[in-house]
C-alpha cells in the first residue's frame, strides 16, 4: 500500500486546539473560510489563499456543506462543515505545493466522506 501524502487523523487529532487557535485569530463570527485557509496555511506556508481556492470552498458551502445538505448532522452540522473546511484547506495546501497531484486530489476529496462517516460521534462533541 502506497503512503500518501495527507493524513486525515492527524486533522481530527488536533480539531478542537484549531478550532481554539482559529477563534482566537479572527476577532468576528467564524467563517468555514476561516478553517480552510487555516488548513491551507498548515501545508502551503509562505503562499497565499487566492480567489480561486475561495470560491472553491465557497461553491462547496454552498452546494455540498450547505446547511440543507448537512442537515442530517443535526446539532453537530457546523463542526461538519468546519473539519471539512479544514482538510479541504488543507488539500488545498498539498495541491498548491505540488506535495499532491489532480488525481491525488480527487482521491483525498472522495475520501473525506468516507473518514468523516466513520469519525461522525466526535463531531457531536464540538
Known sequence: MTNLP???????DDFADSCEE???Q????LDPSDFARYGFAQTAVGFDWSAEQQRFIDD????ELSDESLSGHGDAL????AFNCLALG???????TEQIADHEFS???SQLSGFMFLNSPIFDTF
Open 26 to 29: 479572527a476577532n468576528r463570527h
Open 78 to 81: 457546523r463542526s461538519w462543515r
Open 60 to 63: 462547496r458551502c454552498h452546494n
Open 107 to 109: 482521491l483525498a476529496d
Open 6 to 12: 495527507y493524513e486525515f487523523q492527524s486533522l481530527l
Open 90 to 96: 488543507y488539500l488545498l495546501g498539498l495541491y498548491q
Open 22 to 24: 482559529i477563534r482566537r
